[in-house]
């Protein structure tokens, strides 16, 4: 069986630096939602509290929220970030870092603190998937 030789520049090592980054600021929120549930009595299999149950109910549901929210978006930013770090190499471009800021806004226990921030971070996923669209254009040109 033959190798693989990888054809990438050693600073693509950037990008999988942010990847693991974004792994470990994963297993830290899913932390913060096992200290949730012991410090605001929701027990496993129980996703999220319900106020009528629990009176802490909305400061447990805005951490494990946080927590989703992150999961759901980590699919999309992980292939996204691939691709465009590909085409940011090829354009001997400059590496841009992840804004993690609304992930820990979400666990604040006021949702309005999520709004002033986390209104962007769509914006963001939508500037790299124009760009990774962009890219794959200009791939089969």
């Known amino acids: 069986m033959a190798g693989v030789e990888l054809l990438l520049p050693k600073e693509y090592g950037y990008v999988a630096f942010v990847l693991v980054f974004d792994c470990l600021s994963n297993l830290w929120m899913a932390a913060q939602v096992g200290k949730a549930r012991k410090r605001f009595k929701v027990p496993y299999p129980t996703l999220y509290?319900?106020?009528?149950?629990?009176?802490d109910?909305?400061?447990?549901n805005c951490v494990q929220r946080g927590h989703q929210h992150s999961l759901e978006m980590m699919p999309?930013?992980?292939?996204?970030?691939v691709?465009?770090?590909?085409?940011i190499l090829e354009r001997k471009a400059t590496v841009h870092p992840k804004n993690l800021s609304n992930r820990l806004r979400y666990s604040t226990g006021v949702p309005q603190k999520r709004q002033t921030m986390g209104k962007y971070g769509h914006l963001a996923l939508l500037g790299l998937m124009i760009s990774t669209i962009s890219f794959g254009?200009?791939?089969l040109l």
């Open 57 to 60: 109910a909305k400061l447990f």
């Open 49 to 55: 509290a319900l106020e009528s149950e629990n009176k």
């Open 137 to 139: 254009v200009s791939l």
């Open 83 to 87: 691709l465009e770090h590909l085409q």
């Open 76 to 81: 999309m930013f992980f292939m996204l970030m």
